[in-house]
């Protein structure tokens, strides 16, 4: 049985637990070599699609992050509603990175939609300094490690690290196989200065593979196909994903999908969770803990299970796509976090030991033409953005304000029109200088990582 296996086998038990913990509590017996810097060490964690009302840590009734607990239950802070600034792994890991929110770094679908797929996605602008950068100056030594292809050396994403690698495509590196890159990473690092980690675990992003059998959760063989191909691999009208998203699905049939995508997530996502007990372990067994640490995990969006009538995620800011978890683990004392809505981008304060920032907490969706084209005008066509305020939100989509009291409609089934804030009407504008602007033709290898995430054909 391999170490994923056997974390996933645990469930709830006592090994999940225990390990989880012994990242801080159990003496070094078998460590490969002892740090020596009196820095923390930072380690700054994306789980990869991970919506937090589904998480267990945040209420979910499945027991889908059993590791998340443990770390609460340790005297980890954990916050079950923090926004992420972006609708996709892109335009959020640059704001994550940079400290800026979307519209201000760039880094998203762009143009209009008779642009060409190759010429739509806008890349990191070199100039703005990044969270790497920023340590290094510091003197920590940089590693980061992605199971998310998005994130390749084309995307400008791996500035600043020493050590940047990056999964080819959805699958070979989640589980075991990213582990093994961790653990190869920290065998070639210094041990006379402090380390920041960076790691994007993506079990939880689609495709969903088969996974061990737990109890709490239907099995289905092989994996799920949101879409039908042809022999040349060209997308055919008629997928699942397609008739789905254009209505055209029987409700018994698409109830059934319905509950297939949800328990299949469900089981990623306590993939996911596993995922990260076997990386706290390996900076354990490499005694990366010494000098003390500082662990943040967060996400950089959610997931469309079918609610709003959206299969998959982007292009949509609804509470499933972008509510995700932010949580600090740190030996010094975890920080208290605000209540109420709190921006994904506080988790780069919060690595860097400060406070978060009172910032207004936004997010921005852009069109994206490929949507368009697959779904033949039924989703991606509109410029989204959105305001939280207390349990209050404003979400304006393609010229419509609209008012969602979270508290009394967290599903966001019956909001009411509105007049445009002062502050959406400034997004708005923003996000439309943003999109306009145009850099060229795109980096191939870019566009060769994207493909590999499925954001290209």
Request: charged share 20%; with cysteine; net charge negative.
């Amino acid at each position: 049985m391999t170490s994923r296996e056997k974390f996933l086998s645990w469930g709830l038990g006592v090994g999940v637990l225990s390990l989880a913990l012994a990242f801080v509590r159990e003496p070094m017996q078998m460590a490969m070599h002892q740090a020596q810097p009196t820095e923390p060490t930072l380690v700054l964690i994306v789980l990869d699609t991970v919506r937090a009302d589904h998480l267990s840590a945040c209420g979910y009734e499945r027991p889908t992050s059993p590791t998340l607990e443990a770390l609460v239950q340790d005297g980890a802070a954990m916050h079950c509603q923090t926004y992420a600034p972006g609708s996709w792994t892109f335009p959020s890991h640059a704001s994550l990175f940079s400290g800026l929110e979307v519209p201000e770094h760039g880094a998203h679908f762009v143009g209009d939609q008779a642009l060409l797929r190759a010429l739509a996605i806008q890349p990191l602008d070199g100039e703005i300094p990044l969270l790497a950068e920023d340590l290094q100056a510091q003197g920590y030594q940089t590693r980061g490690v992605s199971g998310n292809p998005v994130l390749a050396e084309a995307s400008g994403l791996g500035r600043g690290f020493e050590d940047w690698r990056v999964a080819p495509g959805f699958g070979p590196w989640n589980g075991d196989g990213l582990v093994e890159q961790v653990t190869d990473s920290l065998r070639m690092a210094d041990l006379d200065r402090p380390l920041f980690l960076f790691v994007n675990i993506a079990d939880a992003h689609d495709p969903w593979y088969p996974a061990e059998e737990v109890d709490w959760v239907p099995s289905y063989p092989g994996t799920l196909a949101y879409f039908e191909v042809d022999d040349a691999g060209q997308v055919l009208p008629d997928g699942p994903w397609q008739r789905y998203v254009q209505g055209r699905m029987p409700e018994p049939e698409a109830q059934e999908l319905r509950q297939e995508v949800t328990d299949r997530y469900d089981r990623a996502l306590a993939q996911s969770d596993a995922t990260l007990a076997a990386v706290l372990q390996t900076l354990r067994d490499h005694n990366w803990d010494g000098a003390g640490y500082r662990v943040v995990i967060t996400s950089d969006h959610g997931e469309f299970l079918g609610e709003h009538g959206i299969l998959r995620h982007g292009r949509y800011l609804y509470e499933e796509n972008n509510r995700v978890p932010l949580l600090v683990w740190d030996s010094a004392g975890s920080p208290t976090l605000p209540s109420g809505p709190l921006s994904m981008l506080a988790a780069r304060e919060l690595i860097l030991g400060q406070a978060p920032a009172e910032r207004p907490v936004r997010a921005v969706a852009f069109p994206d033409p490929l949507w368009t084209e697959q779904s033949g005008g039924a989703l991606g066509t509109e410029l989204s953005v959105a305001v939280w305020e207390g349990q209050s939100k404003e979400h304006w989509i393609a010229g419509q304000s609209m008012q969602v009291d979270l508290a009394q409609d967290p599903l966001e089934l019956a909001p009411t029109s509105s007049e445009p804030s002062e502050q959406v009407t400034e997004r708005v504008q923003a996000a439309k200088t943003s999109a306009a602007r145009q850099t060229g033709e795109m980096d191939p290898a870019l566009q060769d990582a994207l493909r590999a995430a499925g954001y290209l054909e």
